[in-house]
């Protein structure tokens, strides 16, 4: 992604949905992250039992993509799309087992 290190499929990235930023939001968190990541994480680590921080440079590109899509949007909205994403997975991992 643009001025970071983190990389993803271009063909996967052009396919995001745009038409909301949250939608955009949780598809490049799912790109960037795995699906078993986002289950075993949390954006500080610090959240219930204990869980590994997000990959903070990570946290940023996908930060930053968005907000680049998404001028009007703030850094701390991004974070909240990214932590729902993160309960979301765990929670649909409970509803599996």
């Excluded at 930060?63 to 649909?92: G, H, L, M």
Aim: glycine share 4%; aromatic share 4%; net charge positive.
């Amino acid at each position: 992604m643009a001025g970071s290190t983190v990389t993803v499929s271009k063909r996967a990235f052009l396919r995001l949905h745009r038409s909301h930023m949250t939608l955009i939001c949780q598809e490049l968190a799912a790109l960037v992250f795995t699906k078993e990541v986002l289950v075993l994480s949390t954006l500080t680590g610090k959240v219930g039992p204990p869980k590994r921080q997000l990959d903070v440079a990570k946290v940023q590109a996908t930060t930053d993509a968005v907000i680049q899509e998404f001028p009007q949007t703030s850094a701390s909205d991004v974070r909240a799309v990214i932590r729902r994403k993160c309960n979301n997975e765990q929670f649909n991992q409970k509803e599996g087992t």
